[in-house]
Every structure is written in structure tokens, then in C-alpha cells.
């Protein structure tokens, strides 16, 4: 284990990440929010505990291993999360305590969109852009875009690539390099932001809010400028282009790549993962309009336009609202949470398991099913034309196994702090598949929680945004010995 390199990646990259409290701190002094000080503070506390973790480990550096890796990727977002709170903690409005300011800013961070403040509208303008922004940098992965810049360190970023895309995800070096490849990855999401804050612009959103949600809907995040989300705007054209981005940014940014760079929209209907999560996407919808309609809980137009951007936005674990679906009758509710399990494809800013293994997982199973009928035919396992090797399949099938056991011991660990088993589920769900909005106590925020509770679904939120194994690697002895 390389500490004193750690050390220095650790302390440079806090040193950056506290140039985006300088944004916040110029709209403060703008606006005399208020905000300016905790802000001042924030920058001057991140950036000197950087400067000196940098300045202590000067010399020689050696090359990090894969071990080093996910360290790195692991400590890289807590200590964020920590670092991040500041300004929730620090500014008079929120007024935050320190638990509920990591919880703010871990779920910024991992695009969670769960939140603990009552009175969005409320916030000074520079604490409602840092919210947002914490979610834009955490979309496409912070660490993703610190690789451009690690070769400035004279360190290669191939380890923590690796670390921070675990599992089944296709064709990530999308250039020969991979600094190139972060930096077409991070171009393309900029691309995609501008687009969505254009058009929201054009839209009718005011310039402010079309950036703020322009960040949180392209990072699949859920965050909004608003108490009422995106019901605010009352505004069924607004919600149609929300979908439309939400369902984009559930794709993988290699496919866009690859999709941009034919110049044919064919680039996605050829690739498995894509086709299945789109088929998930339209039968989940038209399931949901329906029943919107055929109950008369809602009228043709509303069941519609509700029913689109609901579906998509859980489904993809954006979390954005527009109606209380909580209240939604029969199935509905938690058919759509259960919907976040598969979230969005791999190598997008979406959370969840990722389509791509919930297709391989119904893959196997139809196998083993043909299997029975046939128990001396030998049935390929294949995505496409490409055929899955086993150590894949035993790899998807560890991870679900896994996700599963650890779903169910932080449910018991919510319930133990107080919350019946439907906020409890739903809360876990939320976190851990980086959703945002529960069900029952947990519907509308998370301010009611217990501190201790609340530390428990930053874990949660931490554990799904690193792919679970990344964060559950480091519990192993074995990861420590030399």
C-alpha cells in the first residue's frame, strides 16, 4: 500500500475540489445571501487540509496497484462527503447539524437526491447552485474527471478507472488513452447539460433554475431548486423534456460516443443493453399510464404526462417529482421503487444494479430453464453475438447476491433506528440504489430520521454509487496484508 501516494492524490484532489466552492462564494457576495462566510470558510478549510496533505508527502512516487486504487476511490468520496457538508454546516440557512450536512452533501455526491432540509425555496441562491453542482461533479463520477489531470502528477489513472467502473461495462476505453478517454467522457457530459439547460430555458424555466436543473437532471441526481420538484413549474412541456434527458443520461456515455461518432441513432438499437433498458423503460410507462387512467385516479392528459415522467424519473433513480406518487394507488408505489433496482445502463450516470445485469441475470435464468428440458445440450450465454464468459456470470451473480444481503441488513438496521418497515425498505432502497425519494416517513424528506440512521444510508448511498464491492473490499483482511 503506497500511503505517502495516497496521500498526495487525496490532498491534490481536495485541493480542486475546493475551486468549486468559489462559484457559490462570488453568487453569495452577489446576491448578500448571507452565505459568504461559510463558503470563505468551506474554501480556506478544504484547500489547507489538501495543501498540507500534499506538502507532507513530496518526493519520490511510486506507481499505484490496484489495491491503492480502490483505496483511493473509497477515501476519495467520504472524505468529499466530509469536506463537502461544510457549507451546509457552516451557512445560518440551512443551519445544518453536522450529521445532516454529511447526508446532504454524500447524496449530492453520489446523485442520491435524498435531502434533509425543510424549506428549499428558502435557501440562499449560492446554497441552492452548491447543491446542484455537488451533484453535477458527482454525475459523471469526480474521480473519472480527476484521471485527466492525475498525469499532471506524473501517475497514471488506469488503476483508479479501473476501480471506479467495476462489473460489466462496455468498452470503456473509448480512446487509446485513458486521460483522452475522461476527457471525451467529461466533454460529452457538458455537451449533454448545455443541451438540457437550453432547452428547459426555452422552455420557460428562469436561466437560473434551467442551469441548476440542467445539472441535477443530466447527473441523474433529483436535486431541485424547489420544495415542490418539478411540479413547480406546472408545466407539462418541461416534464416531457425532463423525461427525454433522464432517459438519455440513463445511457451509457460509450454508446453516445460510439452513437456520435457513426452519426447514426442505429449505434443503439445494436446494442443489447440499450434495447433492454428502453424495453423496461416503455412497458414499465405504458403499465403505469394505464393504471393511472383505467383507476381514474388521474384524467387522460395528467395519467400521460405523469405516468411518462414518474416512470422514467424512478426508474432511471433521478428521484425528481411532479405529483406525490407515494399516494398513488394500489401497485404503483412500490412497483416503481422496485423499478429503481435496475436504474440505468452501464457507464451512465444512473444508479441501481445497472440494466446489464438484470439482463444477464434473466439470461441465466432462461437458460438453466432450457437447461432442464434439455440437459445434454450445451446453451451458450451471450449478449448479442458476443458470448458471456462463466467468470462474468459468476461475477453478476456474486454482486446481486451481495446487493441483496446488504439491501436487507440495512433495512433491519433503519428499523432499528426507529422507522416502521415500509420507511425503512424504501429509505434503503432510495440510498442505495442512489435514488433519492422513499415512501412513508421518508416520502417528502428525510429530516424526521435519527442521526444515526442518517449515517447509516450515507454508508448506503456511498456503498451503491461505488458498485458495492469497491467500498466491501476494504472490510477484508486480506486487502491490508502486504
Not at 461495462?169 to 478517454?181: A, E, F, S
Not at 416503455?282 to 387512467?293: D, E, F, I, Q
Not at 435496475?342 to 430453464?369: D, F, P, Y
Amino acid at each position: 500500500m503506497h500511503l505517502i501516494t495516497i496521500s498526495r492524490i487525496i490532498g491534490m484532489l481536495l485541493m480542486v475540489f475546493s475551486l468549486t466552492m468559489a462559484l457559490p462564494a462570488a453568487l453569495a457576495a452577489i446576491y448578500q445571501d448571507g452565505a459568504l462566510h461559510a463558503f470563505g470558510y468551506a474554501f480556506a478549510l478544504t484547500f489547507s487540509v489538501g495543501l498540507v496533505l500534499w506538502l507532507i508527502s513530496q518526493g519520490k512516487q511510486p506507481d499505484l496497484g490496484i489495491r491503492d486504487g480502490f483505496l483511493v476511490v473509497s477515501l476519495f468520496w467520504t472524505v468529499l462527503g466530509v469536506f463537502g457538508s461544510l457549507p451546509f454546516f457552516l451557512a445560518d440557512n440551512p443551519g445544518l447539524s453536522f450529521s445532516a450536512a454529511v447526508f446532504e452533501s454524500i447524496s449530492g455526491l453520489t446523485t442520491t437526491g435524498a435531502t434533509v432540509i425543510v424549506g428549499i425555496d428558502e435557501l440562499p441562491v449560492s446554497v441552492l447552485f452548491y447543491r446542484q453542482f455537488l451533484q453535477w461533479l458527482g454525475g459523471i463520477g469526480i474521480i473519472v474527471i480527476a484521471v485527466a489531470i492525475l498525469p499532471i502528477l506524473g501517475i497514471g489513472g488506469m488503476q483508479l478507472y479501473r476501480a471506479e467502473t467495476p462489473g460489466p461495462v462496455k468498452d470503456n476505453k473509448l480512446t487509446p488513452r485513458i486521460t483522452g478517454t475522461a476527457k471525451v467522457l467529461f466533454l460529452m457530459y457538458v455537451a449533454l447539460t448545455a443541451s438540457c439547460g437550453l432547452a428547459y430555458w426555452l422552455a420557460g424555466m428562469t436561466p437560473f433554475d434551467a442551469i441548476c436543473h440542467a445539472f441535477s437532471t443530466v447527473a441523474i441526481g433529483g436535486f431541485s431548486t424547489h420544495d415542490a420538484s418539478m411540479g413547480f413549474f406546472d408545466s407539462p412541456l418541461i416534464l416531457m423534456i425532463c423525461s427525454v434527458f433522464m432517459l438519455l443520461s440513463g445511457m451509457s456515455f460509450a454508446i453516445h460516443f460510439h452513437a456520435w461518432r457513426a452519426r447514426s441513432p442505429r449505434t443503439y438499437l445494436m446494442d443489447s443493453e440499450t434495447k433492454f433498458y428502453l424495453g423496461v423503460m416503455a412497458t414499465a410507462t405504458v403499465s403505469v399510464c394505464g393504471y393511472l387512467l383505467l383507476s381514474g385516479t388521474q384524467n387522460l392528459p395528467d395519467s400521460v404526462v405523469n405516468g411518462i415522467f414518474h416512470t422514467v424519473s424512478i426508474a432511471t433513480t433521478t428521484g425528481f417529482g411532479a405529483d406525490d406518487f407515494s399516494v398513488w394507488p394500489s401497485f404503483l408505489p412500490i412497483g416503481l421503487l422496485m423499478l429503481s433496482f435496475i436504474g440505468g445502463c452501464a457507464g451512465s450516470t444512473g444508479g441501481g444494479m445497472k440494466a446489464v445485469r438484470i439482463m444477464l441475470v434473466a439470461k441465466q435464468g432462461i437458460r438453466e430453464l432450457k437447461q432442464l428440458i434439455h440437459p445434454s445440450a450445451v446453451i451458450p450465454l451471450k449478449i448479442g453475438s458476443q458470448r458471456v464468459e462463466a467468470k462474468v456470470v459468476s461475477a453478476v451473480w456474486s454482486f446481486v447476491g451481495v446487493y441483496l444481503i446488504s439491501f436487507m441488513g440495512i433495512t433491519l438496521a433503519m428499523m432499528a433506528c426507529g422507522l416502521d418497515f415500509l420507511s425503512a425498505f424504501s429509505a434503503t432502497a432510495a440510498s442505495i440504489n442512489n435514488m433519492g425519494p422513499g415512501l412513508g416517513e421518508v416520502a417528502a424528506n428525510y429530516s424526521t430520521v435519527s442521526n444515526t440512521g442518517k449515517w447509516i444510508l450515507c454508508y448506503a448511498m456511498l456503498l451503491g454509487r461505488l458498485e458495492i464491492f469497491t467500498l466491501l473490499v476494504l472490510l477484508l483482511p486480506a486487502f491490508w496484508r502486504r
